[in-house]
């Protein structure tokens, strides 16, 4: 009964290979997230979808794609992964902008 | 801009009080929250303030106060299991979260 669970936990890969990470939350929020966290832990938010429409989209390179299916879903495809890409990614829902938000447990990208 | 300042590091004994401050920017604010992560782990909401003031919730209080863009979170009868990083976190105009880079809590025995 996990509320926001995102696969996988580890994910270890070469530059230049693509990827996706999958994120489901089940309860029942509108808005779903994607932070990254780099290894001096700053959380940076990357997107933001509510009812699987995107309204935040921050400044990442484009070969980051979410894709929202449903509102319970909110998955990130990697293009090209480079060696900056290596870092802890984390999915969070909410009910609403600007309400607490439930997180994942993060997935840890490490990039050879 | 939209960046909070928090401490990097504070460190405490079992038992104390210590106090994490966090101030911020004011353009477009609307709330200031509290997360703690213990390392490995994920965030975990703590607390929220949307009006100026105290919140408490058991050992845990956050304050704000909006005319002086700052806020704390005041952790009592420390315990080692509290030993984490602590965020603030403002929302913004148009929702978006901002995250502060986390204050590391060290309890010592």
């Known amino acids: 009964d996990t509320a926001v669970s995102q696969t996988p936990k580890y994910l270890v890969t070469q530059m230049g290979n693509d990827k996706s990470i999958k994120c489901e939350q089940n309860?029942?929020?509108?808005?779903m997230y994607w932070y990254k966290q780099d290894s001096k832990k700053f959380l940076k938010i990357m997107f933001s979808?509510?009812?699987?429409?995107?309204?935040i989209n921050e400044t990442v390179p484009n070969r980051f794609s979410p894709k929202s299916p449903d509102k319970a879903h909110l998955n990130l495809h990697i293009n090209s992964l480079e060696l900056g890409d290596s870092a802890v990614y984390f999915c969070?829902?909410?009910?609403?902008?600007?309400?607490?938000?439930?997180f994942g447990d993060g997935t840890r990208l490490s990039i050879l | 801009g939209q960046s909070l300042e928090q401490p990097s590091e504070v460190t405490a004994v079992e038992g104390a009080i210590v106090q994490i401050n966090c101030t911020y920017q004011?353009?477009?604010?609307?709330?200031l929250s509290w997360y703690q992560q213990h390392d490995g782990g994920a965030p975990t909401f703590l607390s929220y303030?949307?009006?100026?003031g105290l919140e408490e919730t058991g050992r845990f209080s956050s304050f704000l106060s909006r005319s002086d863009s700052y806020g704390y979170l005041l952790l009592q009868e420390l315990q080692m299991k509290d030993s984490a990083s602590y965020f603030c976190?403002?929302?913004?105009?148009?929702?978006?979260?901002?995250f502060g880079r986390g204050t590391s809590l060290i309890v010592h025995p």
């Open positions: 976190a403002r929302t913004g105009g148009s929702y978006i979260p901002t």
């Open positions: 004011t353009s477009g604010f609307y709330g």
């Open positions: 979808y509510n009812n699987k429409e995107l309204i």
């Open positions: 969070a829902s909410s009910q609403g902008g600007g309400q607490p938000q439930h």
């Open positions: 303030n949307g009006l100026d």
């Open positions: 309860l029942g929020h509108d808005t």
